[in-house]
């Protein structure tokens, strides 16, 4: 029996609050994945997207994305296990997965730039970079997140009294790698079908 503090539903507090705030947070991206889409298409000058996306690479760091959510998993499952050297490693891997993402980010954005598409260009390059940026802002929080909470085992350790810690962060983690898919097909993919 969890030793949390439980809903009429059986879920502990603090993962249904979670679940609450993800919820406002599906609304925020959904508002920003609408104003991409409305955008699409109106821009009067270049570069366009096709002239700038790398949609290999861009496969490449939604790969390393979604291999981090399977390490968090392994995190969640370690923790419920009572194995903190485990679960420590895992929630390693993730953080060092979301770093690579963000490289991967960073590089696409500086190479945009250097093609000319910056967040004042066009609408395009507007809805882009506030869409993707505000992503990205979130997998940086999201890996300073995991990084403090790896930091704090240390101290308090990763048992599964504290599993919970670890399965909110997982939440959010996954949360994060599923705003990612959608982003993906709609920018990148659904823009190679025009």
Known sequence: MSSHPV???GVPNRKLAFWVFIASEAIFFAALIGVYVSYAGLSLNGPYPLDVFNIPLTSASTFVLLMSS?????????AERDDAAGARRWLLGTALLGLA???FQVYEFTHFVAEGLTLGTNLFGSAFYTLTGFHGAHVAGGVLWLLGLLGHSFKSGLTRERALDVE??????H??????IVIF???YLLELAH
């Not at 949360?175 to 990612?180: K, Q």
Request: hydrophobic fraction near 65%; avoid cysteine; charge should be negative.
């Open 175 to 180: 949360f994060v790698d599923v705003v990612w």
């Open 101 to 103: 993402f963000l490289g």
């Open 168 to 173: 909110v962060a997982g939440l959010y983690w």
């Open 185 to 187: 097909t709609v920018v």
């Open 70 to 78: 399977l390490t968090m998993v392994l995190a969640v499952s370690s």
């Open 7 to 9: 809903t009429n539903t």
